[in-house]
């Protein structure tokens, strides 16, 4: 399983999806769009979006952190 959350560092969403991942044990790839202008441009070519928490789990993407959508794609 492969999943990547796109991030900014002072988003509490972020922290708060983080927190949950690490929580049930689920590895992750952070991206901080903040910093990391290729991350920034890739969050944008594959949602539109341009906030954050953007969270891609097996190449389907979570914008926001929707507790309930993202435990469905984890199978938790």
């Given at each position: ?24 044990n689920i590895e992750f ?14 969050m944008i070519s594959k949602?539109?979006q341009l906030g954050v ?24």
């Open positions: 399983m492969t999943v990547k959350i796109y991030t900014t560092p002072t988003c509490a969403y972020c922290h708060a999806e983080k927190e949950f991942l690490k929580e049930h790839t952070e991206l901080n769009v903040f910093s990391d202008a290729q991350a920034r441009e890739e949602t539109g928490p953007v969270t891609e789990i097996n190449g389907q993407m979570v914008v926001g952190f929707d507790r309930g959508k993202i435990s469905q794609l984890l199978g938790l």
